[in-house]
Protein backbone atom coordinates (compact mmCIF):
# COMPACT_ATOMS: atom_id res chain seq x y z
CA UNK A 1 0.00 0.00 0.00
CA UNK A 2 3.01 2.49 0.56
CA UNK A 3 4.17 1.49 -2.66
CA UNK A 4 1.53 2.44 -4.19
CA UNK A 5 0.88 5.64 -2.45
CA UNK A 6 4.86 6.61 -3.69
CA UNK A 7 4.20 5.42 -6.91
CA UNK A 8 0.98 6.84 -7.49
CA UNK A 9 2.76 10.57 -6.28
CA UNK A 10 5.75 9.89 -8.99
CA UNK A 11 8.05 8.96 -6.28
CA UNK A 12 10.26 6.00 -6.86
CA UNK A 13 9.45 3.22 -4.17
CA UNK A 14 12.93 3.16 -2.72
CA UNK A 15 13.72 0.87 0.56
CA UNK A 16 14.42 4.06 2.40
CA UNK A 17 11.41 6.12 1.42
CA UNK A 18 9.22 3.27 1.83
CA UNK A 19 10.39 2.95 5.61
CA UNK A 20 9.99 6.65 6.18
CA UNK A 21 6.59 6.38 4.88
CA UNK A 22 6.08 3.43 6.93
CA UNK A 23 6.78 4.72 9.89
CA UNK A 24 4.95 8.16 10.01
CA UNK A 25 1.28 5.64 8.96
CA UNK A 26 2.31 3.58 11.83
CA UNK A 27 2.48 6.22 13.89
CA UNK A 28 0.10 7.76 16.13
CA UNK A 29 -0.97 11.28 14.74
CA UNK A 30 1.39 13.77 13.53
CA UNK A 31 5.65 12.87 14.41
CA UNK A 32 8.33 15.32 14.34
CA UNK A 33 11.58 14.44 12.56
CA UNK A 34 13.66 13.20 15.87
CA UNK A 35 10.47 11.48 16.68
CA UNK A 36 10.98 9.31 13.36
CA UNK A 37 14.94 8.73 13.62
CA UNK A 38 14.68 7.02 17.25
CA UNK A 39 11.32 4.75 15.51
CA UNK A 40 13.62 4.06 12.66
CA UNK A 41 16.54 3.24 15.25
CA UNK A 42 20.03 3.20 13.40
CA UNK A 43 18.73 2.81 9.76
CA UNK A 44 18.78 5.77 8.87
CA UNK A 45 21.03 8.66 9.54
CA UNK A 46 19.45 12.56 9.48
CA UNK A 47 20.74 13.89 6.27
CA UNK A 48 18.71 11.29 4.63
CA UNK A 49 15.59 11.20 7.03
CA UNK A 50 15.45 14.82 6.04
CA UNK A 51 15.77 14.89 2.56
CA UNK A 52 13.12 11.98 2.19
CA UNK A 53 10.96 14.05 4.05
CA UNK A 54 11.24 16.37 1.88
CA UNK A 55 11.07 14.90 -0.85
CA UNK A 56 7.66 13.71 0.30
CA UNK A 57 6.43 16.50 1.32
CA UNK A 58 6.77 18.11 -2.19
CA UNK A 59 5.14 15.36 -3.90
CA UNK A 60 2.18 15.80 -1.15
CA UNK A 61 2.72 12.29 0.25
CA UNK A 62 3.10 13.81 4.03
CA UNK A 63 2.01 16.92 5.19
CA UNK A 64 4.42 19.22 6.92
CA UNK A 65 3.16 21.59 9.83
CA UNK A 66 5.01 23.55 12.79
CA UNK A 67 4.26 21.12 16.22
CA UNK A 68 4.92 22.33 19.42
CA UNK A 69 7.79 24.17 20.13
CA UNK A 70 7.70 25.22 16.67
CA UNK A 71 9.24 21.53 15.45
CA UNK A 72 7.96 20.60 12.44
CA UNK A 73 5.29 17.37 12.46
CA UNK A 74 4.65 14.96 9.19
CA UNK A 75 1.85 13.05 9.09
CA UNK A 76 -0.05 11.79 5.67
CA UNK A 77 -2.35 13.67 3.50
CA UNK A 78 -3.21 17.23 3.96
CA UNK A 79 -5.75 19.71 4.35
CA UNK A 80 -6.83 18.74 7.94
CA UNK A 81 -6.25 20.31 11.65
CA UNK A 82 -4.22 18.99 14.55
CA UNK A 83 -4.69 19.00 18.19
CA UNK A 84 -1.74 19.67 19.98
CA UNK A 85 -1.04 19.01 23.76
CA UNK A 86 0.74 21.61 25.66
CA UNK A 87 1.50 18.88 28.45
CA UNK A 88 3.09 15.88 26.83
CA UNK A 89 3.55 17.58 23.29
CA UNK A 90 1.02 14.54 21.30
CA UNK A 91 -0.48 16.05 17.97
CA UNK A 92 -3.55 14.25 17.05
CA UNK A 93 -4.22 14.68 13.26
CA UNK A 94 -8.18 15.44 13.05
CA UNK A 95 -9.40 14.29 10.18
CA UNK A 96 -12.00 16.56 9.07
CA UNK A 97 -14.73 16.26 5.81
CA UNK A 98 -13.53 19.21 2.72
CA UNK A 99 -17.12 20.38 3.85
CA UNK A 100 -15.81 20.84 7.59
CA UNK A 101 -12.87 22.91 5.96
CA UNK A 102 -14.93 24.99 3.88
CA UNK A 103 -17.34 25.91 6.49
CA UNK A 104 -13.89 26.83 8.74
CA UNK A 105 -12.09 28.74 6.32
CA UNK A 106 -15.53 30.89 6.06
CA UNK A 107 -17.76 32.36 3.41
CA UNK A 108 -15.25 35.96 3.09
CA UNK A 109 -12.93 33.55 1.81
CA UNK A 110 -14.91 32.14 -0.70
CA UNK A 111 -14.71 35.57 -2.59
CA UNK A 112 -10.84 35.88 -2.56
CA UNK A 113 -10.30 32.23 -4.54
CA UNK A 114 -9.58 28.65 -4.40
CA UNK A 115 -9.20 27.49 -1.17
CA UNK A 116 -6.58 24.31 -1.64
CA UNK A 117 -5.38 23.66 1.73
CA UNK A 118 -6.21 25.15 5.47
CA UNK A 119 -3.82 24.72 8.25
CA UNK A 120 -6.29 24.60 11.77
CA UNK A 121 -4.22 24.43 14.87
CA UNK A 122 -6.26 23.85 18.30
CA UNK A 123 -4.06 23.35 21.64
CA UNK A 124 -5.13 22.05 24.59
CA UNK A 125 -4.66 19.37 27.26
CA UNK A 126 -4.98 15.66 25.81
CA UNK A 127 -7.42 13.39 27.56
CA UNK A 128 -4.06 10.71 29.13
CA UNK A 129 -2.69 14.35 30.73
CA UNK A 130 -6.16 15.22 31.82
CA UNK A 131 -6.58 11.73 33.86
CA UNK A 132 -3.21 11.89 34.89
ZN1 LIG B 1 -1.12 15.13 26.58
ZN1 LIG C 1 -1.99 15.31 10.51
Known amino acids: MVHETLL ?14 EAVARAEGAVS ?8 SGNMNKVTLYRILDLLVEHGVLAR ?6 AAHYCLGRGHGH ?3 TRCGRCICLRLADAHLERLAGPE ?15 GVCRDCLAE
Open 83 to 85: FHC
Open 65 to 70: HTGPER
Open 8 to 21: QAGVDPTTRRVMVL
Open 33 to 40: APELLSVL
Open 109 to 123: LAGLGRVDDVELRVE
